[in-house]
């Protein structure tokens, strides 16, 4: 130790620290890295006070001295050594790195181990001998670090057994949240609401451990529901699934389920099953689920037992618009502009309110479409193609192309906002045909005027309708309706 050997030794084990800390991107890394680093640079100044002050010093001074730089290079190689070792098995793909606790317990053995022999040889001190004779010493310090022993060797075991590690979602205790550290003491779980919890990790390690992350697999969530009696189990089924079909990060495979559990006194208890690819996403899903199946029961008059209960209604077209403004619309749009003001006020009466939530499809391209909607109140985007081509907003109105005619749905509409739609269905056109005759032929014209701007738009998209002359939409239109 004491030749040139060692200092040659250190200053080539500091340039190699340096060198690879400087290419290492790995944040953990650099850090073990620099304490290494602080070791070795200590080395290095304490060898050169040495060589040039060590006959000047005090005989009692320089065994310390000595002491001292022996110890730093020791423990500085220790920790190079240790961290290289780590980065070299990884790299190599040998295997995953080793638990960090543990790595930590096999350092500070070597580090005992250097220092023993040192301090032996050095200041005649033989910690051995000391270790021995205080037998008494020894089960008093057993005793009264007995918990922080119990947590070391749990957390040693949770390392090596690995149930989960840094990053993982996990249960533990009825807690939920992101493991950030696992320590020689504890383990620190991140709550969704930022709270940093401290776990011992002997409580850990006795209690069931639920890993939402393991092994990159999608995480199934469940939450369940009372529906009404009145209403069939597999129509509110179909509607479950169908809103989950349209909220975003919930997987497609494996796919989500709804089922019926049960008949209880509140009502029928389904149980609805889905799947995200990341756990911290499942609040997020939840609430966008409870949302959006919140405007389908609405549309589709599906009362949960709790609504009963509130005697809450649907809600009328007057409840939710006056009859002015709703007659104020009517007379915008450019179908009805041939009928007389209480065709148009009778019309109003039969229009039904639709809510949607925002990121919800109202109707779907080439898919069929009986129902023609005025927007009442929000905003939402026309896609053809995944390309947005327009944007309806109040007063506009849409669907009467599939609906007159018996056209798949020639676009994709999008609510941007919360939206509320007032739906008028094919009986209630077909009524008005055989009411006025005379309305055919004038409707026809102007489907064919606005085809010619939905081509242009949809031109303008790269994509193309087929023609469709004002004769050949009056022909579907007496097809569909029955019309002579």
């Known amino acids: 130790m004491q030749s040139n050997l060692s200092l040659i030794s250190g200053v080539l084990l500091t340039l190699l620290v340096i060198g690879v800390r400087a290419a290492s991107s790995d944040s953990q890394f650099r850090k073990e890295l ?3 680093l602080g070791f070795l640079v200590t080395f290095l100044t304490l060898r050169v006070v040495e060589g040039q002050f060590g006959e000047q010093l005090h005989p009692r001074v320089l065994p310390l001295l000595r002491v001292a730089w022996m ?4 423990f500085g190689s220790i920790r190079a050594g240790m961290s290289l070792a780590v980065l070299t098995v990884t790299r190599l793909g040998i295997r995953t790195p080793p638990p960090k606790i543990l790595r930590d317990v096999v350092e500070i053995s070597l580090y005992v181990i250097a220092v023993v022999p040192i301090l032996r040889t050095e200041l005649a001190i033989d910690l051995t001998s000391l270790l021995a004779t205080s037998a008494i010493v020894s089960v008093v310090l057993g005793l009264a670090m007995q918990d922080t022993l119990g947590n070391l060797f749990a957390g040693l075991s949770l ?6 590690q840094v990053g993982d979602w996990v249960t533990i205790k009825e807690i939920t949240g992101r493991v950030v550290q696992v320590a020689w003491r504890a383990t ?13 990790n002997n409580v850990c390690s006795k209690e069931a451990v639920k890993n939402y992350s393991k092994g990159g697999q999608p995480v199934g969530m469940d939450l369940s529901f009372h529906g009404p009696y009145d209403r069939a189990p597999n129509e509110v089924k179909e509607a479950v699934l169908e809103v989950l079909e349209q909220v975003p990060l919930v997987l497609s495979a494996p796919p989500p389920m709804c089922r019926t559990v049960g008949f209880e006194e509140l009502g029928i208890r389904y149980q609805v099953r889905y799947y995200v690819e990341d756990f911290s996403q499942a609040d997020a899903v939840m609430a966008e689920f409870y949302t959006r199946i919140w405007y389908r029961f609405r549309r589709e008059g599906i009362e949960l037992p709790a609504q009963r209960k509130l005697n809450m209604s649907m809600g009328a077209p007057g409840s939710e618009f006056t ?16 009928l007389r003001e209480e065709e148009r006020a009778k019309l109003r009466q039969e229009m039904v309110p639709r809510r949607f939530a925002r990121g919800e499809h109202v109707i779907e391209q080439g898919e069929k479409g009986n129902t023609f909607y005025l927007v009442g ?11 947005e081509v327009s944007r309806l907003s109040r007063g506009n109105y849409f669907g009467e192309m599939s609906l007159l005619t018996g056209e798949p749905r020639t676009a994709t509409v999008v609510a941007l906002t ?11 056109f077909a009524r008005l045909f055989e009411e006025h005759p005379e309305l055919a032929p004038k409707l026809s014209g102007m489907l ?16 193309t309708l087929p023609d469709c002359e004002e004769i050949d939409i009056l022909g579907r239109l007496k097809n569909i309706f029955r019309l002579n």
């Open 34 to 36: 620099g304490g290494a």
């Open 377 to 387: 109140r929000g905003e939402l985007s026309v896609r053809t193609g995944g390309v």
């Open 448 to 463: 064919a005027h606005r085809r010619m701007q939905l081509d242009a738009a949809m031109t303008a998209s790269g994509e």
């Open 323 to 338: 009859p002015e403004m709703i007659a104020d619309m009517l007379r915008r749009v450019d179908l009805f502009k041939v």
């Open 71 to 74: 110890l730093t290079f020791a």
């Open 188 to 200: 620190r779980l991140e709550t969704s609401r930022k709270e940093i919890i401290t776990l011992p």
């Open 159 to 164: 390392q090596l057994e690995r149930p989960y």
């Open 418 to 428: 919360d939206v509320v739609l007032l739906e008028l269905g094919r009986p209630v």
